[in-house]
């Protein structure tokens, strides 16, 4: 569904309002033609707002990174940070100009919704500092280093326009819906519904429309741009086999394929965001089909060649035997008319190449020498024979080989497509910025990603009864275990101990046998002693510390519902079994990061398919630990 230049000049106001003191804080690139915009506000909630060649709107989804984007880079240097000034429409034409200031900086982010679209960074000068695609026709030229050029506009401005205007674009014998759509730049599903309500015959020639009809079509036209510009809508959206779309009016014709939506925005939302997945989906699915296709050729065809070379072997072996047997009946030369008889009844024959004897058995050839007794020339046939069978072992690992990757691929392709999903912006925990989990007593265990949250935790989130956990080891989190009294819970003590050696740098170098401490509050000074420095994220502890040997490595990722959210966490497997609705037991080892956040998304999205809407890949890899990982159990939760 292309966006109307009526529907952006409405949200463009809408989103200008909406916008106001923000500035951006992420930008993220979810395909080659679409960015996600996180907008904060230092006193509302944040934002993400979509920037699409196909629509622009405020998303409630987070959508995954399905192909690169080359403008991301480029934008991240130049627009992090930056405060959106404005965001305007020049006329109805369907080009977005968001105006973005940082310091002494200005840029403007152009988007142009027709065609097969375009992006482009301009300077405030509109001098083109990057863009989605280039152009050089001969009427505009796009493309770095040029000032931005607009294509010329045709039509009238529906926005201003009067009667007089709308009578000058019917003077030809163009059919009157033809004219509307050309004349005022309004796509179909508009000019269908003024039409309807005008009861005026479609095919009807615009110089032959009446002076009532005129007036009835200017008035039907006003109301209708009236009441998307301004935003008296009553959206809906419709449903078609071939298409959807999202209506900002209510239309005369809605029938049962109509789904009311809160707002127009919304059903972009709905539309546009389900159009990018569904594209992804489908990029991921056709790449993945043609790789496996061009395996399963492969195997076929070293399956044929195994069958091949059996069948040479044997026909070879053949031979060999004949001879022998040709010699025991008192033959003594291959070339006696005998034997040479016996070897076409076994499709072969003497013949000679470049002067050198050739025994041609089926599509074998091999050289021999005819004065050779025939146990010597059979004998030079079986070490052929062996040869070929030798090859079959061969060809025999190739398959292996063939048939593993393409497990793999298939496996890959299963995941990659489990992959391609968002998940709904909500409000987050302030634990959820760090690793955290419940332990098996139910009490809140939390710890730090880096040096800046470690030291983020012990600052601000200590209080006087947590206790307060590290391992022996660089490279260690520290881990808060937020008990509200004195008294001392064995089992807890103990998972918090393992997560804090699991979340160190043991699970990425496998080291096994690490030792971790806890200590009250008190015993954690913040500031280092007079004359001494301390790093960033590091702290003295001072006092006895209390022990606990970690012989193991084993986490649990896991879907957590609670307080009617649903949370993703990773902690020791106990808790994380005992209380998830599906979970994932990892060891240090396997596959990177990145390709286990995939493989665990999609075994969830198996269990249920509801799951694929709650998190991202991203959101998978962020709670694991650094470093490669495999999975030795999975299950659900019990009953």
Request: proline share 3%.
């Amino acid at each position: 569904m292309p966006l109307a230049g009526i529907e952006l000049a409405y949200l463009v106001k809408e989103l200008q309002a909406e916008t106001e003191g923000y500035y951006v804080s992420n930008i993220w690139g979810i395909n080659r033609n679409s960015l996600l915009f996180k907008l904060h506000h230092p006193k509302k909630p944040d934002i993400m707002l979509m920037a699409s060649s196909t629509g622009m709107w405020i998303t409630s989804k987070k959508i995954d990174s399905i192909e690169p984007n080359k403008l991301l880079r480029r934008l991240r240097s130049d627009l992090l940070r930056s405060k959106i000034e404005k965001i305007e429409q020049i006329g109805t034409e369907r080009i977005a100009y968001l105006t973005f200031s940082n310091f002494d900086n200005r840029f403007v982010l152009i988007i142009e919704f027709f065609g097969d679209g375009n992006i482009l960074l301009c300077n405030y000068n509109k001098k083109i500092l990057a863009l989605l695609h280039s152009i050089d026709v001969k009427h505009r030229q796009l493309r770095v280093g040029v000032e931005y050029n607009p294509p010329p506009t045709d039509g009238i401005d529906v926005i201003n326009f009067k009667k007089d205007d709308f009578k000058k674009i019917l003077t030809s014998s163009t059919t009157i819906g033809k004219t509307i759509g050309r004349g005022l730049g309004l796509p179909k599903k508009y000019v269908e519904e003024i039409i309807r309500l005008s009861s005026i015959e479609r095919e009807k020639p615009s110089n032959q429309i009446s002076d009532e009809e005129i007036e009835s079509l200017y008035d039907i036209i006003n109301t209708t741009i009236t009441n998307v510009i301004q935003g008296n809508h009553d959206p809906t959206i419709i449903n078609d086999e071939d298409a959807s779309d999202v209506f900002p009016i209510r239309f005369s014709d809605d029938n049962s394929r109509a789904k009311k939506v809160q707002s127009f925005n919304d059903g972009l939302d709905i539309i546009f965001s389900e159009q990018i997945l569904e594209k992804g989906k489908s990029l991921y699915s056709d790449t993945a089909e043609k790789k496996i296709k061009e395996l399963e050729n492969t195997l076929e065809e070293q399956k044929k060649a195994i069958s091949t070379v059996e069948e040479k072997s044997k026909k070879i072996s053949d031979v060999a035997n004949l001879l022998f047997t040709m010699q025991s009946e008192g033959k003594s030369n291959i070339t006696d008319s005998d034997i040479t008889q016996a070897l076409q009844n076994k499709d072969s024959q003497i013949i000679k190449e470049k002067g050198v004897s050739i025994l041609k058995i089926t599509d074998s050839k091999i050289k021999i020498d005819v004065n050779l007794p025939l146990p010597s020339i059979a004998s030079k046939l079986f070490d052929e024979s062996k040869k070929q069978k030798a090859a079959i072992k061969s060809i025999e690992k190739l398959i292996k080989k063939t048939e593993n990757k393409l497990e793999k691929t298939i496996e890959k392709g299963e995941i990659a497509r489990g992959s391609i999903g968002f998940s709904e912006v909500r409000k987050k925990s302030w634990f959820e910025r760090y690793r955290w989990f419940y332990t098996s007593d139910g009490i809140l265990a939390v710890g730090g990603r880096d040096s800046s949250s470690n030291s983020a935790i012990i600052r601000k989130y200590v209080e006087k009864d947590d206790k307060v956990f590290h391992a022996e080891i660089n490279g260690s989190p520290f881990f808060i275990l937020k008990d509200r009294n004195d008294k001392i819970m064995p089992l807890s003590i103990s998972e918090t101990s393992h997560a804090t050696v699991c979340f160190s740098r043991a699970w990425k170098e496998g080291m096994y046998g690490v030792n971790c401490y806890w200590v009250t509050p008190e015993q954690v000074k913040k500031a280092a002693p007079s004359g001494q420095t301390m790093g960033k994220g590091s702290f003295i502890i001072e006092g006895s510390r209390n022990y606990n040997k970690i012989s193991t490595l084993k986490l649990a990722v896991g879907i957590l519902h609670k307080d009617e959210n649903y949370l993703l966490v990773c902690g020791p497997p106990e808790p994380i079994k005992k209380t998830c609705l599906c979970y994932a037991v990892i060891e240090p080892g396997g596959i990177e990061i990145a390709d286990m956040g995939k493989k665990i998304r999609a075994n969830f999205v198996g269990v249920d398919e509801k799951f694929a809407k709650l998190f991202l890949v991203d959101d998978y890899v962020r709670v694991l630990p650094t470093g490669g990982s495999k999975i030795t159990e999975t299950g659900v939760l019990e009953n």
